[in-house]
């Protein structure tokens, strides 16, 4: 079992910045990829960033390239996403989640755990 608990979101101006962090509990989380996906409203939910368990490789999706960057640091059992150059259709919930067989994929089914989410609002 993992569980997930996300922080650090709020609501910022076009063009700032902004660091999520997902707190993991459990014993596998440096066996775990993990992953961010965000849901706006009235949207489904939609793959952001994923790292593999050592963090030698990253993926984003081409909206956030060159602007999001995914880190892990597994001593502290952390992931992170650096967001920055911020736009306004990146408001959304970014959830956290947890993929236990390492696929480190862009398919939100192969995540089996996930965080309660944290809220990004960005102003224009």
């Known amino acids: 079992q993992v569980q997930l608990v996300e922080s650090g979101g709020g609501l910022v101006q076009a063009g700032g910045s902004l660091r999520l962090s997902c707190a993991a509990s459990g014993r596998t989380f440096s066996d775990s990829a993990m992953a961010w996906f965000r849901q706006a409203p009235g949207k489904e939910r939609e793959f952001v960033a994923t790292?593999?368990?050592?963090?030698?490789?990253?993926y984003y999706a081409d909206s956030v390239k060159g602007r999001f960057t995914i880190s892990r640091d597994n001593a502290k059992n952390t992931v992170y996403l650096q967001m920055s150059s911020l736009k306004p259709e990146d408001t959304a919930v970014y959830y956290c989640?947890?993929?236990?067989?390492?696929?480190?994929?862009?398919?939100?089914?192969?995540?089996?755990?996930w965080g309660q989410g944290t809220q990004i609002t960005v102003s224009s």
């Open positions: 790292i593999t368990r050592t963090g030698s490789n990253t």
């Open positions: 989640a947890a993929d236990p067989r390492g696929l480190a994929t862009r398919i939100i089914n192969t995540y089996d755990y």
